[in-house]
C-alpha cells in the first residue's frame, strides 16, 4: 500500500469528525470493522493523470498548465522523479495520441527508472469522420496506433494498458462515436493487441471508453465487444461542476452533495455484473471540478475532502484504479506547476 492511499484512508475515515468549523470542536470516535471486506480494489489503485494541455489553454482568464503537458513537462526535474518515486508504484494514465519519437523514447525511459505503471490513451477518431451533432462516423484507422505498439514493444517499453479514446462516450465531449461502432474497432484493436503481444508473457489490458458513464452506451459496448475483449471500462468523473464556481469550496464540504455521484458508481457496477463480468470498472480520470479546476481551492487543503470522499465511494462500489486529474497541471495538481514539490500540505514527505 502505497503512503497516499494510507494517508487517503485514515484521512477518509477521520475526515467528517475532526473538520473543525468555527471554533466548535466535536468529539466522536469511529470504529472500523477490519474483519470484513465489503469490496477489493487493485493492488495500484492510485493513479494520476498527465494531460495534454499547452500553456496557452485557459479558463476563465486564468492560464494554470504551464509546462506540464505531456509534451513539455521537464522530465529532469529531480523533484518530478521523486513524487513519483515516493508514490511508488504510482499509475499514471496518460490521454492523447504521440507522433512524436524521440520524446517517446525519453517519455519511456523517465517512466521505467521511476517505476511507473503506464496507462497510454490512443486516438479513436483517426480514419473517422465527423457529421452533424458533432458524431463520428466510419471504421478507425488502426495504422498509427499498430506503429506505435509494434514499436513500444520492439524498444521493450512496459505499457501496463492501452487506453481506446477519450470522452467520446454518450453524446461525447466535443464528438462522440456510437458504441456499435466503437465495439466494432474495439475488437480489431485486441487483434492486434493479441497478434503483436503474441510472444511475451505480459500482456497489457485494453481499456476503455475513457469517457462519462451513460447506461445505454456502456451497456451497448460490452454486448457488442463481448467476453475478454474490455478488461476495465475506463469512465471520467467531474461531480464539482465548473472551476470558476465562488461556492466551489461549500460544495467540497457538502456530504449530501458529495454522495450524489454514488448513482453512477452503482449504475457502472449494474453494467459490468450485467453486460461484462469480465471486465472492471476504472475511474479513468477525475478532477472534481472541471475546466482546470479551482484557483485556490483544487490546489489546496480543502479540496482533499472531496478526494478522499471519492477515492472512498470509488473503492466500496469495486472500482479498481482511480486516476486523479492531474498529477501536475492545471489547479487541481497534486504537484505544484512551476516549483514540482506537492501541492496540499499533507503529501509532503520529508
Ligand atoms: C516553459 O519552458 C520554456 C522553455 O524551457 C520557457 O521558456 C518558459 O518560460 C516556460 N514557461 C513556464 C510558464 O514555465
Ligand atoms: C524497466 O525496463 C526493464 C528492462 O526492459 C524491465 O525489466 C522493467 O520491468 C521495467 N520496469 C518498469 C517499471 O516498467
Ligand atoms: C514491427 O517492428 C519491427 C521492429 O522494429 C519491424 O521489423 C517490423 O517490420 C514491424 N512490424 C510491423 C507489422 O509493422
Ligand atoms: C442510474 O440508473 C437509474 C435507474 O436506471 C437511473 O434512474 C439513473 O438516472 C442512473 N444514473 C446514472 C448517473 O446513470
Ligand atoms: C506554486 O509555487 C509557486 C512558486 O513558489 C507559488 O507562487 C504558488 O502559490 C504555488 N501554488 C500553490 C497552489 O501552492
Given at each position: 500500500?502505497?503512503?497516499?492511499?494510507q494517508l487517503?484512508?485514515?484521512?477518509?475515515?477521520?475526515?467528517?469528525?475532526?473538520?473543525v468549523?468555527?471554533?466548535?470542536?466535536?468529539?466522536?470516535?469511529?470504529?472500523?470493522d477490519?474483519?470484513q471486506?465489503?469490496?477489493?480494489?487493485?493492488?495500484n489503485?492510485?493513479?494520476?493523470?498527465?494531460?495534454?494541455?499547452?500553456?496557452?489553454?485557459?479558463?476563465y482568464?486564468?492560464?494554470?498548465?504551464?509546462?506540464t503537458s505531456?509534451i513539455?513537462?521537464?522530465?529532469?526535474q529531480?523533484?518530478?522523479a521523486?513524487?513519483?518515486?515516493g508514490?511508488?508504484?504510482?499509475?499514471?494514465?496518460?490521454?492523447?495520441s504521440?507522433q512524436?519519437?524521440?520524446l517517446?523514447?525519453?517519455i519511456?525511459q523517465?517512466?521505467?527508472?521511476?517505476g511507473?505503471?503506464v496507462?497510454?490513451?490512443?486516438?479513436?477518431?483517426n480514419g473517422r469522420?465527423?457529421t452533424?451533432?458533432?458524431?463520428?462516423?466510419?471504421?478507425?484507422?488502426?495504422?498509427?496506433?499498430?506503429?506505435?505498439?509494434?514499436?513500444t514493444?520492439?524498444?521493450?517499453?512496459k505499457?501496463?494498458?492501452?487506453?481506446?479514446g477519450?470522452?467520446?462516450?454518450?453524446?461525447?465531449?466535443?464528438?462522440?462515436?456510437?458504441?456499435i461502432?466503437?465495439g466494432?474497432?474495439?475488437?480489431?484493436?485486441?487483434?492486434?493487441?493479441?497478434t503483436?503481444?503474441?510472444?511475451?508473457?505480459?500482456?497489457?489490458?485494453?481499456i476503455?471508453?475513457?469517457?462519462?458513464y451513460?447506461?445505454?452506451?456502456?451497456d451497448?459496448?460490452?454486448?457488442?465487444?463481448?467476453?475478454?475483449?474490455?478488461?476495465?471500462?475506463?469512465?471520467h468523473?467531474y461531480?464539482?461542476g465548473?472551476?470558476?464556481?465562488v461556492?466551489l469550496?461549500s460544495k467540497?464540504?457538502?456530504?449530501?452533495?458529495?454522495?450524489?455521484?454514488?448513482?453512477?458508481?452503482s449504475?457502472?457496477?449494474?453494467t459490468?455484473?450485467?453486460?461484462?463480468?469480465?471486465?472492471?470498472?476504472?475511474?479513468?480520470?477525475?478532477?472534481?471540478?472541471?475546466n482546470?479546476?479551482?484557483?485556490g481551492?483544487?490546489?489546496t487543503?480543502?479540496?482533499?475532502?472531496?478526494y478522499?470522499?471519492?477515492?472512498?465511494?470509488?473503492?466500496?462500489?469495486?472500482?479498481?484504479?482511480?486516476?486523479?486529474?492531474?498529477?501536475?497541471?492545471?489547479n487541481?495538481g497534486?504537484?505544484?506547476?512551476?516549483t514540482?514539490?506537492?501541492?496540499?500540505?499533507?503529501?509532503?514527505q520529508?
Amino acid at each position: 500500500m502505497g503512503l497516499l492511499f494510507q494517508l487517503a484512508l485514515f484521512l477518509y475515515l477521520v475526515s467528517p469528525l475532526s473538520f473543525v468549523l468555527s471554533q466548535d470542536i466535536e468529539h466522536g470516535s469511529v470504529n472500523v470493522d477490519g474483519a470484513q471486506s465489503i469490496a477489493d480494489t487493485d493492488e495500484n489503485f492510485i493513479c494520476a493523470t498527465i494531460d495534454w494541455w499547452p500553456q496557452d489553454k485557459c479558463d476563465y482568464n486564468n492560464c494554470p498548465w504551464g509546462n506540464t503537458s505531456i509534451i513539455n513537462l521537464d522530465l529532469s526535474q529531480p523533484l518530478l522523479a521523486k513524487a513519483i518515486q515516493g508514490l511508488k508504484p504510482l499509475r499514471i494514465r496518460i490521454g492523447g495520441s504521440l507522433q512524436d519519437q524521440v520524446l517517446w523514447d525519453e517519455i519511456n525511459q523517465f517512466f521505467n527508472k521511476t517505476g511507473a505503471i503506464v496507462t497510454f490513451g490512443l486516438n479513436a477518431l483517426n480514419g473517422r469522420h465527423k457529421t452533424k451533432h458533432s458524431t463520428w462516423v466510419g471504421d478507425w484507422d488502426s495504422t498509427n496506433a499498430h506503429d506505435l505498439i509494434n514499436y513500444t514493444i520492439s524498444k521493450g517499453y512496459k505499457i501496463d494498458s492501452w487506453e481506446f479514446g477519450n470522452e467520446l462516450s454518450g453524446k461525447g465531449i466535443g464528438a462522440n462515436v456510437g458504441p456499435i461502432q466503437y465495439g466494432k474497432d474495439l475488437i480489431k484493436l485486441k487483434q492486434i493487441l493479441n497478434t503483436l503481444y503474441h510472444n511475451h508473457n505480459f500482456k497489457p489490458s485494453l481499456i476503455a471508453p475513457g469517457g462519462f458513464y451513460d447506461k445505454d452506451w456502456f451497456d451497448k459496448l460490452l454486448q457488442v465487444t463481448g467476453s475478454g475483449v474490455v478488461n476495465a471500462l475506463t469512465h471520467h468523473i467531474y461531480n464539482l461542476g465548473p472551476g470558476s464556481d465562488v461556492n466551489l469550496d461549500s460544495k467540497i464540504l457538502d456530504p449530501d452533495r458529495l454522495s450524489k455521484v454514488e448513482s453512477v458508481f452503482s449504475n457502472m457496477s449494474e453494467t459490468i455484473k450485467k453486460h461484462g463480468p469480465w471486465s472492471n470498472a476504472w475511474v479513468g480520470e477525475a478532477g472534481g471540478a472541471y475546466n482546470s479546476g479551482g484557483l485556490g481551492i483544487s490546489d489546496t487543503f480543502v479540496n482533499s475532502f472531496w478526494y478522499l470522499d471519492e477515492l472512498g465511494i470509488a473503492s466500496r462500489y469495486n472500482t479498481k484504479v482511480y486516476c486523479r486529474q492531474t498529477l501536475i497541471g492545471g489547479n487541481y495538481g497534486l504537484l505544484n506547476t512551476t516549483t514540482f514539490s506537492p501541492n496540499p500540505d499533507y503529501y509532503r514527505q520529508d
